[in-house]
């Protein structure tokens, strides 16, 4: 029995399965370790998931989560777990593992992340062999919610909106400038909250002031990751995430300019990555193969 996490900086998924069932499924917030200590990751483990998952300790768990991409990140994410699970066999990994094992399985191919931040990789089939850096909220996450939601926020600030979309925002969210950057500034996961704004950008994407910046976001995207992938033109490209999932007729738009073929967009990496494990352990027999 074996617990499989997928976090991104807004929520993880989990699903306790074993090689040939699904057993349960949880939700708690999203955790990343570059803005979150290991107490404050235990803090939700012990008061959500535990009790969703009945107290359950399973033998093994493999967590794929934003920002798990250095050993030091990762010691704060299995320390948290290890308080929970003092039993379990833990591994950590970064969630371009979990895009890339749930969207190619063992055929190459570029995997990418658009949620609330954005990743992309190319692999082999077996193993990620190169990836663009991505340089998070404040330097980078070109094509994510995030971006996305700085794009529109920054336009109203600037008064740059016109009057019919500014007052629409204004309203929705109750919005003030001073309320703005204390939110933004004094959050601990300041991603997450320009993210929010991705919903209203959905719901306003035929405007075409917005359905502009849905485009710059994507076309930021490509031009600073995909392309400069070798052989990005001849291989599938593949998607993960809210943003890829419910912004996808823009986003075949801007990757038909690059002469990219988008071959899948997936909201989870869910079923993939159970999919992934089941065979593993109906191959092994053991979850640490």
Known sequence: MILIADSGSTKTDWRMITADSVLGQAQTAGFNPMYQEADEIYKELHDV?????????????????????SPERNKRVEDAL?????????????????????????????????????N????????????????????????????MGKLLIKAYLYRELPEDLALSLKNTYNLTKDGILDTLYNSSIPSRYMATFAKFMHEKQKHPVIHGMIYENFSEFFERHVVKYEGHQALPVNFVGSIAYYFGDILKQVAKKYGLHVETIIQSPSEGLIKYHQELLQAFGTPNK
């Open 82 to 118: 290890r308080m929970v699970f003092p039993a379990s066999e833990l591994h950590v990994d970064h969630d371009l593992l979990s895009a890339a094992r749930a969207l190619c399985g063992h055929k190459p191919g570029i995997a990418c992340i658009l949620g609330t931040g954005s």
């Open 49 to 69: 998931l535990l009790p969703q998952l009945n107290e359950q300790q399973p033998t093994a768990i493999y967590y794929y989560g934003a920002g798990c991409s």
């Open 120 to 147: 992309t990789c190319l692999y082999d089939g077996a193993a990620i062999t190169d990836n663009v850096p991505s340089l998070g909220f404040l330097l980078g996450d070109e094509g994510s919610g995030a971006f």
